[in-house]
T-cell receptor, first 112, second 114 residues
């Protein structure tokens, strides 16, 4: 699986958009980008995933650059409950394996 | 609220004890996983089960013994653990391997070895 690079921490004001970057410069053509988050004392929570196209769901938007070497997770209106560690993971979709290899993630602190 | 239920939430055991962690899901998922998470570190994969058969063992010591008695249940049997095994143990499930379906996690069992 490709390695990812994320900033260790970020701050965001409550009600503003949070933009979390991720670099995955060694990503290959069949590797998906997944985002999970882990709120303190809870298990990781799936947010969104994509391959080439931008994706949006009720939680967030995922913007993937055209060369697929980086992506940005956007939380459109951050709340205090969005304070968590956000993990960007690239993973091969294969019947043989379904391994998530977590990096160190970004600790997002939403400030009141 | 999580759809993957792990019990117990907390466990303290001595190095000579035998205990088991339990994970249950009723989403019809056929792939289930155990992860280990040390404090302030990301989760690390331990085992993967697919259709009740062990698919991946990430070179985990034999003092950890997984079991998948049916498609809804996953156990992790513990014996002769070491203090460094103290961690949060997370269970996850997905529809199957490699279908593009995300993994759903429980909130974990926090294990302390005395």
């Amino acid at each position: 699986d490709a390695k990812t690079t994320q900033p260790p921490s970020m701050d965001c004001a409550e009600g503003r958009a949070a933009n979390l970057p991720c670099n995955h410069s060694t990503i290959s053509g069949n590797e998906y980008v997944y985002w999970y988050r882990q709120i303190h004392s809870q298990g990781p929570q799936y947010i969104i995933h994509g391959l080439k196209n931008n994706e949006t769901n009720e939680m967030a938007s995922l913007i993937i650059t055209e060369d697929r070497k980086s992506s940005t997770l956007i939380l459109p209106h951050a709340t205090l409950r969005d304070t968590a560690v956000y993990y960007c993971i690239v993973r091969v979709e294969s019947g043989a394996t379904n391994k998530l290899i977590f990096g160190t993630g970004t600790l997002l602190a939403v400030q009141p | 609220d999580t759809e993957v239920t792990q019990t117990p939430k907390h466990l303290v055991m001595g190095m000579t004890n035998k205990k088991s962690l339990k994970c249950e899901q009723h989403m019809g998922h056929r792939a289930m996983y155990w992860y280990k998470q040390k404090a302030k570190k990301p989760p690390e994969l331990m085992f993967v089960y697919s259709y009740e058969k062990l698919s991946i063992n990430e070179s985990v010591p034999s003092r950890f013994s997984p079991e998948c008695p049916n498609s809804s249940l996953l156990n992790l049997h513990l014996h002769a653990l070491q203090p460094e095994d103290s961690a949060l143990y997370l269970c996850a499930s997905s529809q199957s391997l490699g279908t593009g379906q995300p993994q759903h996690f429980g909130d974990g069992t926090r294990l302390s070895i005395l």
